[in-house]
């Protein structure tokens, strides 16, 4: 079964400043990884997913994650971090047809200073 | 705006009683899940229906139970509430077939409180 990984729970930047979020997961065949965003109060919003192809991959509102097969990662970045990104950020792996098996991680809550 | 609509926001109510929590999935999606936010718990899978039948059954209790109706939207039903029933229920959507059976659009969640 597949798992999820975040190390850090929690994380505090500048505004400003560049980001990166860690990811590791566990599955024995090529994953789906995704990235979601929550901010207090709110559902869940896709920032961006990996099924195939480039390992880096660009999402919504400036992030990138690169997939890094060797190490198991799915890293989440943003070079450049702006007040509203403050939010929990869940790390999440999938398989093929098997929606059951779509794990989320911990999270890591991202905090901003001005 | 992910187009997954959850209803109602919010609901207070005391142990022992029944609730039902409404979802209709983003236009075109077949697949719904239901998941379970809590701060000890995290994000905890319940149940995955795909074109009006069960798919995929994860960590949902007796007491609780779901279905999709033949327009997609998707009930879940939880009785004989406990103190610890307390968290945000999320619905999500996807198409339900190969790499798009996943839960890829989330609706804002119901704040579930007991009293």
């Known amino acids: 079964a597949q798992s999820v990984t975040q190390p850090d729970i929690h994380i505090t930047v500048s505004e400003g400043a560049s980001l990166e979020l860690r990811c590791n997961y566990s599955?024995?065949?090529?994953?789906?990884l995704f990235w979601y965003v929550q901010s207090p109060g709110q559902g869940l919003q896709l920032l961006l997913k990996?099924?195939?192809?480039?390992?880096l991959v660009q999402g919504i509102k400036g992030f990138e994650a690169e997939f890094k097969r060797s190490q198991s990662s799915f890293n989440l970045r943003k070079p450049s971090v702006h007040w509203s990104d403050a939010a929990e950020y869940f790390c999440?792996?999938?398989?093929?047809?098997?929606?059951?098996?779509?794990?989320f991680g911990p999270g890591t809550r991202l905090s901003v200073l001005p | 705006d992910s187009g997954v609509t959850q209803t109602p926001k919010h609901l207070i109510t005391a142990t022992g009683q029944r609730v039902t929590l409404r979802c209709s999935p983003r236009?075109?999606?077949?697949?719904v899940y239901w998941y379970q936010q809590s701060l000890d718990q995290g994000l905890q899978f319940l149940i995955q229906y795909y074109n009006g039948e069960e798919r995929a059954k994860g960590n949902i209790l007796e007491r609780f139970s779901a279905q999709q109706f033949p327009d997609l939207h998707s009930e879940l039903n939880l009785s004989s509430l406990e103190l610890g029933d307390s968290a945000l229920y999320f619905c999500?959507?996807?198409?339900?077939?190969?790499?798009?059976?996943?839960?890829?659009?989330f609706g804002d969640g119901t704040r579930l409180s007991i009293l």
């Open positions: 236009s075109g999606d077949l697949s």
């Open positions: 999500a959507s996807g198409s339900g077939s190969g790499a798009g059976d996943q839960p890829q659009h």
């Open positions: 599955y024995g065949a090529t994953p789906y």
């Open positions: 990996y099924f195939s192809g480039d390992t």
């Open positions: 999440a792996v999938g398989a093929a047809n098997y929606g059951q098996n779509f794990v």
